[in-house]
C-alpha cells in the first residue's frame, strides 16, 4: 500500500511560479514511477508530467512542456512539480499518483493517488 500526501497549492498569479510535492509512505519508493495529474473546473483529470524510478526519464503534456518541471528525490520519498510561467489555465487540482510498472502517461496504469491540493493562477 502507498499513500502520497501532496502539498505546495495555492493562489498565484498569472506569470508566477509554484512547487508541488508529493511524498509518499512506502519502504522502497524507487519502486514506482510517479506521476502529476489534473482536473480543471468541468473538466476531465488530465495528465501533466510523469517520472521513471530514477529520474532519467520523464514525460510531458504539451500544454505543460516548456514550463512545468517534474522530479524527484528517492531518499526523501518526494516527487516535484514545480511550475513556472502560470497561466490561468493551469487552474485545477493537482493529483501525484504511484505506478508500480514502467513510466507512462495513462491514468488507468497508476494504482496510487493522493488527495489532490489545489493551484488557482489568477489573471
Known amino acids: 500500500q502507498v499513500q502520497l500526501v501532496e502539498s505546495g497549492g495555492g493562489l498565484v498569479q498569472a506569470g508566477g511560479s509554484l512547487r508541488l510535492s508529493c511524498t509518499a509512505s512506502?519502504?522502497?519508493?524507487?519502486?514506482?514511477?510517479m506521476g502529476w495529474f489534473r482536473r480543471a473546473p468541468g473538466k476531465e483529470r488530465e495528465f501533466v508530467a510523469a517520472i521513471n524510478w530514477n529520474g532519467v526519464t520523464t514525460y510531458y503534456a504539451d500544454s505543460v512542456k516548456g514550463r512545468f518541471t517534474i522530479s524527484r528525490d528517492n531518499a526523501k520519498n518526494t516527487v516535484y512539480l514545480q511550475m513556472n510561467s502560470l497561466e490561468p489555465d493551469d487552474t485545477a487540482v493537482y493529483y501525484c499518483?504511484?505506478?508500480?510498472?514502467?513510466?507512462?502517461?495513462?491514468?488507468?496504469?497508476?494504482?496510487?493517488w493522493g488527495q489532490g491540493t489545489q493551484v488557482t493562477v489568477s489573471s
Open positions: 512506502v519502504r522502497t519508493f524507487s519502486d514506482y514511477a
Open positions: 499518483a504511484a505506478d508500480g510498472g514502467v513510466v507512462t502517461t495513462v491514468m488507468r496504469a497508476y494504482d496510487y
